[in-house]
Each structure stands twice: as structure tokens, then as C-alpha cells.
């Protein structure tokens, strides 16, 4: 059974910095990845979703990279904002294709 | 304007009644999806459907009832065999099961 997990479970950082979210799986049999940002009391929205052919994907700050054979992905954002404050969810597709959920990233960026 | 609906916004449910959570898309999307979500937990799935008059349970999927009657409506039924109800339900879509979910804006139910 895919089991999907992100660390750290939360983390702040001043405005400017560049971050790096971390995303692992167990079943590296996967045929995409994707990343999605939640606002408090809100639904997801998708940011990225990574082929299982490419390498990395890139949207504004936003760059997300998958290494299959190692079961990882990465959330790369540069030059933090505090409207980046949320949780991120990193999510693979598990059995019967269907999604499987990390436990999320809460990012809080301080003025 | 298109997109995914979720109504009501906050439910309340006595012990012992069902209540029904509606989900509506109009982006002509085949598959639609019900999640629910714990406090600091992720999503966990409750019933999928690839199509119209076709679903299929998740992980989680006892306690609760869906249809797909219409393309464009996934209703979920919480019933009164789901003893741990309280959460935040979402309601997804996506033209293909492969493909990027979109989701709607959630319904939190609350147990009086």
C-alpha cells in the first residue's frame, strides 16, 4: 500500500527566503506527482503535477522535482511571500489509481 | 463560471440522522472524488466514480453512501452508521482518473 510522507510537518521563515518542501513515497511505481497548496477552512488547489517522465516542473517560484528511483519529490519556492502561507499537500497515485495524500506541510512565512 | 460547488458550508447532524453533503461541477469532468480530512491529517478517500451510475469505495468508505445519477452531481450521504463524523469533507473532479484533480471549496460537519 503507497504510504506518502512530508517533512517537516510544519516551518516558518522570514519573507525572502528560499524553501524547500519534502515529499517521500514507498511505491515508486508511480506515473505522476502532484503538489497542491490548501488556505485555512479551504479546498486544495493544484499547483503542480509532475509526469513520471520528467525530472522537474516549473510555475512562477514554484519548481518541483521527482526522483522516482528514490521515491522523493521536492516543493522548491524562491523568495518567499507571507501570501505563501498554507499547507501544502504532496499526493501519488496509489491503488486502483486514485490518490494518495501526505499529511501536509504548514508554511508560515513572517513579514 | 465554471468549477466545483459544495454546499452547505457547515452542516450539523444529530445523533442518529443522515445528512447529505452535495457536490456540483459544470466543467464536464467524467471522474468526481469525496475526501475527508482529520485536523493536521491528509485527505483520505471516501468513494470515487469514473462515470456516470458508477462508483466505487475508498479506504474509507464505511458509514457513508454516494450516487451518480447526473454527470455534473456527486452527493455524499453521512448516516448514522459513521459514529466519527465530525471533519472537513472536500469534493473533487478531473476529466480522467490519470488526470489533475479540482477541488471544491469543502463542507465542515459538526456533530451536536
Known amino acids: 500500500k503507497q504510504e506518502v510522507t512530508q517533512i517537516p510537518a510544519a516551518l516558518s521563515v522570514p519573507e525572502g527566503e528560499n524553501l524547500v518542501l519534502n515529499c517521500s513515497f514507498t511505491?515508486?511505481?508511480?506515473?505522476?506527482l502532484q503538489w497542491f497548496r490548501q488556505d485555512p477552512g479551504k479546498g486544495l488547489t493544484s499547483l503542480l503535477l509532475?509526469?513520471?517522465?520528467?525530472r522537474e516542473q516549473t510555475s512562477g517560484r514554484l519548481n518541483a522535482s521527482l526522483d522516482k528511483s528514490s521515491g522523493r519529490s521536492t516543493l522548491y519556492i524562491a523568495a518567499s511571500q507571507p501570501g505563501d502561507s498554507a499547507t501544502y499537500l504532496c499526493?501519488?497515485?496509489?491503488?486502483?489509481?486514485?490518490?494518495?495524500f501526505g499529511s501536509g506541510t504548514q508554511l508560515t512565512v513572517l513579514p | 463560471d465554471g468549477g466545483i460547488t459544495q454546499s452547505p458550508k457547515y452542516l450539523f447532524r444529530k445523533e442518529g440522522q443522515n445528512v447529505t453533503l452535495s457536490c456540483e461541477q459544470n466543467l464536464n469532468h467524467d471522474a468526481m472524488y469525496w475526501y475527508r480530512q482529520d485536523p493536521g491529517q491528509g485527505l483520505r478517500l471516501i468513494y470515487y466514480?469514473?462515470?456516470?451510475?458508477?462508483?466505487q469505495k475508498g479506504d474509507i468508505a464505511e458509514g457513508y453512501s454516494v450516487s451518480r445519477e447526473k454527470k455534473e452531481s456527486f452527493p455524499l450521504t453521512v448516516t448514522s452508521a459513521q459514529k466519527n463524523p465530525t471533519a472537513f469533507y472536500l469534493c473533487a473532479s478531473s476529466i480522467a482518473d490519470t488526470e489533475t484533480q479540482y477541488f471544491g471549496p469543502g463542507t465542515r460537519l459538526l456533530v451536536l
Open positions: 511505491d515508486s511505481a508511480i506515473y505522476n
Open positions: 509532475i509526469q513520471s517522465s520528467q
Open positions: 466514480s469514473q462515470i456516470v451510475n458508477d462508483f
Open positions: 499526493a501519488v497515485p496509489g491503488s486502483a489509481r486514485q490518490l494518495t
